[in-house]
């Protein structure tokens, strides 16, 4: 199938849909002609629909044999379905709904895929070799910035084992309800990415010394591992934590900017020579702790690179690897679908636990799910958030969802794990981060350069179109699909290769060839005072 404009093409999820998406690079013109002889009423852009039937007012739209909407007005076939012809429906309730009811066929381990990584002393593996520097505050990033330029240039070429040096910061830690009930989120947060497998366990803190979220309270006494077996006493009973690696800019030793400088880049010295010693070796797939998430998405996302995740996800998963799908007004509106995947009902449960606070957390701000869907998703073709979560929520695969976080926490279990985060980019990859995320993939239809430095982001493109154009940002194409020149199946084993190539250091993503870096955005529904 080719989606040359001279060839009308037109996609259907499902034999009970009752529209299709224009394929064509450019849409199609009024009097084309689709196989099966339907003539275009209106002129439909690429990734939009197309009404395949008369469908009368009141009538459901069908994509993905799931209601996307009800038809405001008579719409005759051949005609553009778009949002302003669409009421979307209700949110699905949460009572009610099918619990561990699906038991997909057992598939067989995935064997003998290994990648080169850096094996910790907590048990997890990196994926790279990074020296973090945790911020307690937004106050301190200018200084931290500064320490992290001279540490790159000065420091860092003296050990070439290490791959970056990168400051943490955020805009938390002062001027807000430290004590509020939610507040929890972003302080685990920011501890759990402090201890992210790329950091190798090395743990130092900048702090301003006035702050609320003071260092102890961030990383309080059995919260750091243990680095090195040295640190055991000899009789292997007694467990010593190393001690709080903290530079407090307010510490009455700091006379001027350059000493504060001076003080950070001292600190730093010991972290860069340990984690300099260390070396990849060769560990099993099933220590790849995988976070999926889309960004700019349009109508080819649900076609093409978030099932092509999907394929991917079920290999992760049967190669006995961590993959996290998360983004909850993005899957909200196929709970049904997720708890009747569940491995036991309490995961069940604890799904509709997350996504009932999420509609609570929605109502408080006096919106609710529908706010989610952007300029960008409309203009590539999604109608509202239906539509959207329906094409987001394949990148989960078909494996049974064995694990629910909350935001924040952190992963302590292998294969399909549902990790609540908001669908907001920056915050869904800092959430992911903190949970133990080593490897990131990130699927774009309208095209974002979104990176993250703590870890490699794997950038996925729904259409060729933007592949071509953005071909030194994309590292898959998945419209290849689309074009009928690969499969799902194919991109999917080529976006598990990959991973592991990338995973071992053998190949950058285009984000580190870059180093595309966004920043980390705690997630924070407590109030700010």
Same mark, same amino acid.
């Given at each position: 199938?080719?989606t040359?404009?001279?060839?009308?093409?037109?996609?259907?999820?499902?034999?009970?849909?009752?529209?299709a998406?224009?394929?064509?690079?450019?849409? =199609?013109?009024?009097?084309?002609v689709?196989?099966?002889g339907l003539?275009? &009423?209106?002129?439909?852009?690429?990734?939009?629909?197309?009404?395949?039937?008369?469908?009368?007012?009141?009538?459901?739209?069908?994509?993905?044999?799931?209601p996307?909407?009800?038809?405001?007005?008579?719409?005759?076939?051949?005609?553009?379905?778009?949002?302003?012809?669409?009421? +979307?429906?209700?949110?699905?309730?949460?009572?009610?709904?099918?619990?561990?009811?699906?038991?997909?066929?057992?598939?067989?381990?995935?064997?003998?895929?290994?990648?080169?990584?850096?094996?910790?002393?907590?048990?997890?593996?990196?994926?790279?070799?990074?020296?973090?520097?945790?911020?307690?505050?937004?106050?301190?990033?200018?200084?931290?910035?500064?320490?992290?330029?001279?540490?790159?240039?000065? =420091?860092? *070429?003296?050990? *070439?084992?290490?791959?970056? &040096?990168?400051?943490?910061?955020?805009?938390?830690?002062?001027?807000?309800?430290?004590?509020?009930?939610?507040?929890i989120?972003?302080?685990?947060?920011?501890?759990?990415?402090?201890?992210?497998?790329?950091?190798?366990? @090395?743990?130092?803190?900048?702090?301003?010394?006035?702050?609320?979220?003071?260092? @102890?309270?961030? =990383?309080?006494?059995?919260?750091?591992?243990?680095?090195?077996?040295?640190?055991?006493?000899?009789?292997?009973?007694?467990?010593? @934590?190393?001690?709080?690696?903290? %530079?407090?800019?307010q510490?009455?030793?700091?006379?001027?900017?350059?000493?504060?400088?001076?003080?950070? +880049?001292?600190?730093?010295? *010991?972290?860069?020579?340990?984690?300099?010693?260390?070396?990849?070796?060769?560990?099993?797939?099933s220590?790849? %702790?995988?976070?999926?998430?889309?960004?700019?998405?349009?109508?080819?996302?649900?076609?093409?690179?978030?099932?092509?995740?999907?394929?991917?996800?079920?290999?992760?998963?049967?190669?006995?690897?961590?993959?996290?799908?998360?983004?909850?007004?993005?899957?909200?509106?196929?709970?049904?679908?997720?708890?009747?995947?569940?491995?036991?009902?309490?995961?069940?449960?604890?799904?509709?636990? @997350?996504? !009932?606070?999420?509609?609570?957390?929605?109502?408080?701000? +006096?919106?609710?799910?529908?706010?989610?869907?952007?300029?960008?998703?409309?203009?590539?073709?999604?109608?509202?958030?239906?539509?959207?979560?329906?094409?987001?929520?394949?990148?989960?695969?078909?494996?049974?969802?064995?694990? %629910?976080?909350?935001?924040?926490?952190?992963?302590?279990?292998?294969?399909?794990?549902?990790? !609540?985060? *908001?669908?907001?980019d920056?915050?869904?990859?800092?959430?992911?981060?903190?949970?133990?995320?080593?490897?990131?993939?990130?699927?774009?239809?309208?095209?974002?350069?979104?990176?993250?430095?703590?870890?490699?982001?794997?950038?996925?493109?729904?259409?060729?179109?933007?592949?071509?154009?953005w071909?030194?940002?994309?590292?898959?194409?998945?419209?290849?699909?689309?074009?009928?020149?690969?499969?799902?199946?194919?991109?999917?084993?080529?976006?598990?290769?990959?991973?592991?190539? %990338?995973?071992?250091?053998?190949?950058?993503?285009?984000?580190?060839?870059?180093?595309?870096?966004n920043?980390l &955005?705690?997630f924070?529904?407590?109030?700010?005072?």
């Amino acid at each position: 199938m080719s989606t040359d404009t001279r060839q009308p093409i037109s996609i259907r999820m499902h034999d009970a849909d009752n529209v299709a998406i224009i394929a064509n690079d450019g849409g =199609l013109p009024p009097g084309a002609v689709l196989p099966g002889g339907l003539v275009l &009423v209106d002129r439909i852009p690429q990734g939009h629909k197309v009404a395949l039937v008369d469908l009368p007012r009141g009538a459901a739209v069908l994509r993905y044999n799931v209601p996307i909407g009800y038809a405001l007005k008579d719409i005759p076939a051949g005609s553009w379905v778009h949002e302003r012809l669409l009421e +979307m429906p209700a949110a699905r309730g949460l009572d009610g709904l099918p619990i561990a009811t699906v038991k997909p066929p057992a598939q067989g381990p995935l064997q003998g895929y290994t990648f080169e990584g850096y094996r910790n002393a907590d048990g997890s593996v990196g994926t790279r070799n990074i020296l973090a520097i945790t911020t307690t505050v937004q106050c301190v990033a200018g200084v931290v910035d500064f320490a992290v330029k001279r540490i790159k240039a000065e =420091l860092l *070429p003296k050990f *070439p084992n290490v791959d970056d &040096v990168v400051g943490l910061e955020h805009s938390y830690g002062c001027g807000v309800a430290i004590d509020a009930p939610d507040a929890i989120i972003p302080i685990r947060t920011l501890r759990n990415i402090s201890l992210n497998p790329n950091f190798g366990g @090395e743990v130092m803190v900048v702090s301003l010394g006035c702050e609320k979220l003071q260092p @102890e309270r961030l =990383l309080p006494p059995g919260s750091i591992p243990i680095l090195d077996r040295r640190d055991v006493p000899s009789g292997g009973e007694v467990q010593v @934590e190393p001690p709080l690696d903290v %530079v407090c800019l307010q510490s009455e030793n700091h006379v001027g900017f350059m000493s504060m400088i001076d003080s950070i +880049m001292q600190a730093a010295v *010991p972290h860069l020579e340990r984690l300099d010693a260390r070396r990849r070796e060769t560990v099993p797939a099933s220590e790849l %702790v995988v976070g999926v998430q889309c960004g700019g998405s349009d109508a080819f996302s649900g076609v093409t690179a978030n099932p092509a995740v999907g394929f991917c996800t079920d290999l992760l998963v049967r190669a006995g690897a961590s993959v996290m799908f998360s983004e909850t007004t993005e899957v909200r509106d196929g709970i049904a679908q997720l708890t009747s995947r569940a491995s036991t009902p309490e995961v069940a449960q604890a799904m509709i636990r @997350e996504m !009932a606070w999420y509609d609570a957390y929605l109502h408080k701000g +006096m919106v609710d799910r529908s706010a989610n869907t952007t300029p960008g998703n409309k203009k590539g073709g999604l109608s509202n958030i239906v539509e959207k979560a329906m094409g987001s929520i394949v990148k989960s695969g078909s494996a049974p969802i064995s694990g %629910v976080l909350a935001p924040g926490e952190k992963l302590n279990q292998k294969g399909l794990i549902y990790a !609540a985060t *908001p669908a907001s980019d920056f915050i869904c990859g800092t959430l992911q981060l903190a949970a133990g995320m080593n490897l990131h993939v990130f699927t774009t239809g309208r095209g974002t350069p979104y990176g993250l430095a703590e870890c490699p982001v794997i950038k996925v493109a729904t259409r060729s179109d933007l592949a071509r154009r953005w071909h030194d940002l994309m590292d898959i194409n998945a419209g290849r699909i689309a074009d009928g020149e690969a499969s799902i199946a194919d991109v999917g084993w080529e976006m598990f290769h990959l991973m592991l190539d %990338v995973a071992s250091g053998r190949k950058k993503t285009w984000a580190e060839h870059w180093k595309l870096h966004n920043a980390l &955005v705690l997630f924070n529904p407590a109030p700010v005072t």
